[in-house]
């Protein structure tokens, strides 16, 4: 059974930096389209940045230049990292991974659809003002 643990969330001030990391087990990231989700109180689940088998990257208008995506294969976990943090980043944050070989914006497309086979618990991110 595929496993996804995140970690690393935790309550920062507006301005500071934060490094979610999720752990696979039975599972490999170097292939497939992966992804980093957020869910704000009220809010549906959106996708916040995706990477794909080829390493490609792709994010949401609202976290570009702030927010990376990132893998590390022999570890076989996927890390986003956060700098610059606004309020309005506060939300529980979800990986999520799929059994999907497509690119680029295909993977984007996945993760606008929230169209992926697996989903950690997710971890809590509060940014303060």
């Known amino acids: 059974q595929v496993q996804l643990v995140e970690s690393g969330g935790g309550s920062v001030q507006a301005g500071g930096s934060l490094r979610l990391s999720c752990a696979a087990s039975?599972?490999?990231?170097?292939?497939?389209?992966v992804g980093w989700f957020r869910q704000a109180p009220g809010k549906d689940r959106e996708g916040v940045a995706t990477?794909?088998?080829?390493?490609?990257?792709t994010y949401a208008d609202s976290v570009k230049g702030r927010f990376t995506i990132s893998k590390d294969n022999a570890k076989n976990t996927l890390y986003l990292q956060m700098n610059s943090v606004k309020p309005e980043d506060t939300a529980m944050y979800y990986c999520?991974?799929?059994?999907?070989?497509?690119?680029?914006?295909?993977?984007?497309?996945?993760?606008?659809?929230?169209?992926?086979?697996?989903w950690g618990k997710g971890t809590l991110v509060t940014i303060s003002s």
């Open positions: 999520a991974a799929s059994i999907s070989l497509v690119r680029g914006a295909g993977c984007w497309y996945k993760a606008l659809h929230r169209d992926m086979n697996y």
């Open positions: 039975r599972y490999t990231y170097s292939t497939y389209c």
């Open positions: 990477i794909d088998g080829d390493g490609t990257t």
